[in-house]
């Protein structure tokens, strides 16, 4: 992968270089056709013919003369996006002034839209589900004559899809279509409403019911095989002409019927589980019992559908207060779950930050954190605040990302996921999801020595990941990302302690799918301020924007070490171009122009003295007369005696005397780059009083 694309070079006699902006295809995301390599976005570079035949500004006449390397070429990409024009590069580092963030008229606009959706989290913003909305929409009145919620038929009715169905719009999925479509035909036949509407939708499901036979099992909602038969069962007794006997529905027969009998009913009655998520399709309720274990909310672990069940079947006040307000937030619809605040909070977060754009909402996103931390707890946390149940997928979400930002979590809260050796999501779950296995090793990776239990927790999830890796299974059940191969694959080959910030977010802004990502839930849902394109907008201009700066400073690293001769001492452009790209991986934001120098240059230096001395032997004597040289006070003709005249002693005799740090050091605090490091400590002790910044005023 490509991650640098460096300045064209500059050579003797040619005119200063000016920066121009061009536009043309976007090279994160291509545009078809488009000719240049797939990769990073970058502006081209134009030497703008003048009548001067002056020396390029900031080169010496020695350092002109000589033609940058081919590594450091550039090919010409265009870009439709325009891109800040940065100042020329100053020569020192003192020369450096503070590079605004978000200097250009195209970012500025996208910080404050989504700064905007930042401040507007609440409960959770989240698309509307039709089959939970149809459930609503079945809730009669006390006298039976009319729905309860007639708010939630007219959404029916104002939503059904050019092909007469219900469902997700944009992405057909046979599970989410035929269970929402089959869902709002029967609320408009038992109200025996829009008959027009029902033709249309026992239409689609006719043609289209072959589908669910060719579908991915890993694609299927939660619950779907209970709740899909009870669907039917609710239209037989209705009287709707629906295909009950078609081949396709025989194996979700059978699988309800096995995982009726694999539920465990007394459980289920004792303690929350995730069936409380999908009560609708379970027959035989003890409703008494189930009362106990209602959310703090009045919902049935926050599913409007199961809630809306349990409201037909116990008339109770708290329930139909939830589903109340539920209908009045969203105009009549309903989401497959609500809310969804700690579950939005976090993975906003974790987007923002992966994405590499998370300086510009540090305030909101220290408000994100404060409020996990308030509602986090030591058995873990769920999608929800107050939840009885919790998963480790949120958890270890929140955990990794609360001990990322400075908080105090304590590993052990993993031990309530841990059961004989293994790790599991869901008290009772059926199946492994990939997203959950996922999570967890990213929280496994936040550990300190004797955290056994997240050591435990590493090599089992890293073991199951790596085994779906291999069977080519890598496919969730939770969700339909454009990329969770390539993410998980990331995360196993790249952990949190040797990943570079800047790798991750080129990598990510191809593995980030945008408003295209989709939620499995009962019924496929989509999460707007966690998926949007407005993130995904606002990280590629950022990161092109980034880009051009970083290709300025690496050339004009390039010149500094032509201007002071370090190719004499055996730097070469392959490892000045190693030296930047690990500063500016690391340290990419433009306001830290000076830190990222200051490591380029450190390296540079040591690692010019350190190969100097090893190819160029010399005895003690010699050294001994380097080490005096130090300390005359002529510092810039001592520390050039000193390297040219220091020939024969090896690195492992510098290393085994105990004298090649010390003369590492005073070279670079009285030699000619001694300004470097009087400069960064100068700085960081400001900083560290509280009086001032790294970037030069």
């Known amino acids: 992968m490509k991650l640098l694309f460096l300045l064209p070079p500059v050579s003797a006699g040619s005119p200063p270089c000016s920066l121009f902006l061009v536009k043309g295809p976007c090279r994160i995301r291509g545009k078809a056709g488009a000719a240049g390599p797939r990769g990073t976005r970058v502006a081209r570079w134009r030497a703008q013919s003048r009548t001067t035949t002056t020396q390029a500004d900031n080169v010496s006449a020695p350092a002109a003369a000589k033609a940058v390397p081919a590594v450091f070429q550039t090919t010409h990409i265009e870009d439709d996006t325009e891109i800040i024009k940065w100042p020329g590069k100053p020569q020192d580092l003192d020369d450096y002034q503070m590079i605004p963030e ?34 609503v929409a079945l809730v009669p009145k006390l006298d039976g004559g009319a729905p309860q919620f007639p708010a939630t038929v007219r959404w029916i009715v104002d939503n059904q899809l050019p092909d007469g169905s219900w469902g997700d719009s944009a992405l057909f999925s046979a599970y989410d279509r035929m269970i929402n479509t089959l869902a709002c035909v029967v609320a408009l036949t038992k109200w025996s409403l829009e008959p027009e509407k029902c033709k249309t939708g026992l239409s689609f499901l006719h043609e289209n019911m072959w589908r669910l036979a060719e579908e991915e099992q890993e694609s299927m909602p939660i619950g779907f095989e209970i709740a899909f038969p009870s669907l039917i069962q609710i239209a037989r007794n209705l009287g709707i002409d629906f295909p009950y006997d078609h081949p396709a529905l025989q194996s979700i027969y059978s699988n309800r019927e096995i995982k009726l009998k694999r539920i465990p009913k007394d459980m289920m009655h004792r303690v929350p589980t995730s069936i409380l998520h999908s009560l609708e399709g379970m027959p035989d309720l003890d409703w008494a019992k189930l009362l106990n274990l209602q959310s703090s909310d009045g919902s049935f672990l926050f599913s409007p559908s199961a809630t809306a069940y349990a409201l037909m079947q116990t008339g109770d006040k708290k329930c139909f207060e939830y589903i109340d307000r539920i209908v009045k937030k969203f105009n009549g619809g309903a989401p497959n779950v609500y809310p969804v605040d700690l579950f939005e909070h976090i993975w906003v977060v974790d987007r923002l930050e992966r994405l590499g754009i998370s300086r510009y909402f540090q305030r909101e996103i220290k408000q994100c954190m404060d409020y996990v931390n308030r509602h986090w707890t030591e058995e873990g946390i769920c999608w929800a605040r107050n939840s009885n149940l919790k998963d480790v997928d949120d958890t270890a979400m929140a955990f990794r990302l609360l001990r990322l930002h400075g908080y105090n979590v304590s590993p052990s809260v993993f031990k309530n996921f841990e059961k004989d050796g293994e790790f599991f999501c869901f008290v009772g779950q059926s199946t492994q999801a990939i997203t959950g296995m996922y999570n967890l090793n990213r929280a496994s990776q936040i550990g300190f020595q004797g955290e056994d239990i997240l050591h435990r927790a590493r090599i089992f999830s890293y073991e199951f990941l790596r085994q779906r890796e291999a069977q080519g299974m890598l496919h969730d059940k939770w969700i339909i990302a454009k990329d969770l191969a390539g993410e998980v694959q990331y995360t196993l080959d790249f952990p949190w302690y040797a990943n570079l910030p800047r790798v991750e977010a080129r990598t990510y802004l191809d593995q980030y799918g945008g408003k295209d990502d989709v939620w499995i839930g009962k019924t496929l849902y989509r999460m707007p301020l966690v998926n949007n394109d407005v993130y995904l907008k606002l990280a590629r201009t950022d990161f092109n924007n980034c880009q051009v700066l970083h290709q300025l400073e690496c050339h004009g690293l390039q010149i500094w070490c032509n201007e002071n001769r370090l190719e004499t001492f055996g730097v070469t452009p392959q490892e000045v171009l190693r030296a930047y790209f690990l500063a500016a991986s690391c340290i990419f934001e433009p306001s830290r122009a000076v830190e990222r120098l200051a490591w380029a240059r450190t390296s540079l230096l040591a690692n010019a003295i350190s190969t100097h001395i090893h190819t160029i032997l010399s005895d003690k004597k010699r050294v001994e007369c380097f080490v005096h040289c130090l300390y005359e006070e002529n510092d810039q003709s001592c520390t050039y005696y000193v390297i040219y005249k220091i020939d024969r002693i090896s690195r492992t005799q510098m290393v085994d005397s105990g004298l090649l740090i010390p003369i590492l050091v005073m070279l670079f605090l009285r030699g000619p780059f001694g300004n470097l490091l009087t400069y960064w400590h100068k700085k960081h002790s400001q900083f560290m009083k509280g009086k001032g910044s790294y970037a030069v005023s």
């Open 102 to 135: 978000a200097d250009g008229t195209d970012l500025q606009p996208l910080i404050d839209q989504v700064r905007a959706m930042l401040r507007s989290m609440n409960d959770g913003e989240i698309s509307i589900s039709a089959y939970d909305t149809a459930w």
